[in-house]
C-alpha cells in the first residue's frame, strides 16, 4: 500500500497527526513501539495539568470533550464519575485509549496501525538520499522480523526523538545556561517546592535531563486490586533516605494542597480520577519517590535494551518503595492484614507488569526534635470527638480550628524541615487533612 504519511509513534501526538492528515484526504501510517496506543494518557497520566483550561482548543479540546461525554454517558451527569472526570480533564487510562482509537476509528480506510513496532537509531534502519527520508526499517517485536515501510512524509511523534535524530536533525541535551536565553530557572538550580531558589544555584548550563517516573494506578476499591510483590533484585539501603525523611518529617518544600501527604502520599502525589482510582505521581515534597534522578540520564540516546532494562529497573525500584515495606524496621508502618493493595505498573508495559503490596499507616512526626507517632484518626472519628466531648457551643470553633492550616514552618533551611512546628499545629494539619480527605487509599490497575 502507499503511504503519504508514516508517523512513528502512536503517542497523543502521533495520533493527532494521523486524525488531522485523514481528514485532508492522506492515507497514514502509525506505527507503535508498545501494545497499545496513547501513549501517557493511556498510560497512567490521568489528571490533566492545565492552568487555563478557556485556552484548550484543537484536537485536546476534542479529546477532553469525548471524555466528558463517555462519563456522562455511561455514568449518568449526577453520577460520582461525571464529577470526578473534572469535564474530561481527568480521566482512567483504558478510557483515554479508547477515546483515542475513537479519532483513528473514524477513517479506517486512511490511517492504518500497527503496534509492536519498533524503531532503532541504526545506519541500516533508514535510508536517505540527500536530506529527504526515503524508507524506515523496523522490528517486529512480536515475530522477530525486519519490516521496511517507505511513504512520502515522515512525522516523528515518538517521546525520545529517535527519528529525527537518525535522520540528522540537529538536537541538544541538558539544561541551557541561563546567559543564552536569559530564562530565571535555567541551568543548575537548586529550589525547594515553593521557595525561592537556594544557595549553589549558578544558571550554568549542563547535560542533566529530569527525572522518569511511572504514574501509578491506585485504587480504594477491593474489587480491582492486585497485591504488590517484592522485587526479585529488593535492596533495603535505597531506601535508608526515605525512612530517614519520613521520621523526620522531612519536606523538599512547603506542603501546600497535597491530597495525601502522611503514609501513601509521603511516596507519591495523588489526584483522584473516576471509578475511585487515582493518579499518583512522583511526590514533588519528597527526596525520595517513585523516579530514580541521574540513573536515567543515558535514556534520549541509549538503545532498546538499555531503556528495557532501565525501565525493568525503575520498576524493580517501584515494588520496593510499595511492596517491600522499607519502614518496618523503623517502626514507622503498621500493616493491617485485612487491608490489600496493588498497583498496575502504567507505561507502555503496562499489560505485562501488575505488581503488588498491603498496607495502612501509622504517621510519626518530629515535633522540636522529639520523635513521636501520631496515629491518623478518620473523618468520622474527629466528628463524634468534636460532638460529644465538646459544648455545642464551641464545635463550630473547634471545626474552625482543625481546617485552619498550621503556619509556624521554619523557613531557613532550604531544604525545610517542619522539626519548628508545634505539636499542637501538626495534630490540626493532619486532623484537618483527614477531615477533608477519605480515611483509606489503596491501589489497583
Request: net charge positive; proline share 6%.
Amino acid at each position: 500500500m502507499k503511504f503519504d504519511l508514516l508517523i512513528l509513534g502512536a503517542t497523543p501526538a502521533g495520533i493527532a497527526c494521523a486524525y488531522a492528515a485523514a481528514r485532508e484526504g492522506l492515507n497514514v501510517l502509525l506505527l507503535e513501539r508498545y501494545a497499545h496506543i496513547g501513549g501517557l494518557p493511556a498510560n497512567g497520566l490521568g489528571a490533566t495539568d492545565i492552568s487555563r483550561r478557556d485556552a484548550t482548543t484543537g484536537f485536546f479540546r476534542q479529546f477532553v470533550e469525548r471524555i466528558a461525554d463517555h462519563y456522562r454517558k455511561t455514568y449518568g451527569q449526577d453520577s460520582q464519575q461525571f464529577k470526578d472526570c473534572s469535564n474530561g480533564y481527568h480521566f482512567e487510562a483504558s478510557v483515554a485509549e479508547a477515546v483515542l482509537w475513537s479519532f483513528l476509528n473514524e477513517y479506517p480506510e486512511r490511517i492504518t496501525v500497527k503496534t509492536n513496532m519498533q524503531f532503532d537509531v541504526r545506519a541500516d534502519r533508514l535510508a536517505k538520499q540527500g536530506n529527504a527520508v526515503k524508507s524506515l526499517t523496523v522490528l517486529n517485536r512480536l515475530t522477530g522480523e525486519l519490516v521496511t515501510y517507505s511513504a512520502d512524509a515522515y512525522a516523528d511523534c515518538t517521546y525520545e526523538g529517535d527519528l529525527a535524530a537518525a535522520a540528522g536533525i540537529p538536537y541538544r541535551l541538558g539544561r541551557e545556561d541561563v546567559r543564552e536565553f536569559h530564562e530565571p530557572f535555567a541551568g543548575v538550580l537548586y529550589k525547594a517546592w515553593a521557595l525561592p531558589p537556594s544557595e549553589g544555584s549558578t544558571g550554568e548550563g549542563d547535560h542533566r535531563v529530569q527525572a522518569y517516573n511511572y504514574r501509578l494506578c491506585l485504587t480504594r476499591e477491593p474489587s480491582n486490586r492486585v497485591p504488590f510483590r517484592k522485587p526479585q533484585n529488593y535492596n533495603p539501603d535505597e531506601y535508608q533516605l526515605l525512612t530517614d525523611c519520613w521520621r523526620e518529617q522531612r519536606f523538599a518544600g512547603i506542603p501546600g494542597r497535597e491530597l495525601f501527604l502522611d503514609g501513601i502520599g509521603f511516596l507519591t502525589n495523588i489526584v483522584v480520577l473516576p471509578n475511585g482510582k487515582s493518579d499518583a505521581n512522583n511526590q514533588h515534597l519528597a527526596f525520595l519517590s517513585t523516579d530514580l534522578p541521574e540513573e536515567n540520564y543515558p535514556w534520549p540516546e541509549a538503545d532498546w535494551q538499555w531503556r528495557d532494562k532501565f525501565a525493568q529497573r525503575l520498576r524493580e525500584y517501584i515494588e520496593g518503595c510499595f511492596g517491600s515495606q522499607p519502614m518496618i524496621p523503623l517502626c514507622l508502618r503498621i500493616f493491617e492484614p485485612g487491608l490489600q493493595s496493588g498497583v498496575l505498573l502504567p507505561m507502555s508495559i503496562r499489560t505485562t507488569t501488575i505488581f503488588p503490596a498491603t498496607f495502612m499507616c501509622v504517621k510519626a512526626v518530629v515535633s522540636k526534635g522529639y520523635l513521636r507517632s501520631l496515629v491518623m484518626i478518620s473523618r468520622r472519628f474527629i466528628l463524634v470527638c468534636v460532638r460529644r466531648f465538646i459544648p455545642p457551643v464551641l464545635q463550630p470553633v473547634a471545626m474552625l480550628w482543625i481546617l485552619m492550616p498550621a503556619k509556624k514552618l521554619n523557613l531557613a533551611n532550604p531544604l525545610w524541615r517542619d522539626s519548628s512546628i508545634s505539636a499542637v499545629n501538626l495534630t490540626r494539619c493532619r486532623m484537618r487533612r483527614w477531615f477533608l480527605m477519605p480515611s483509606t487509599m489503596s491501589l489497583s490497575p
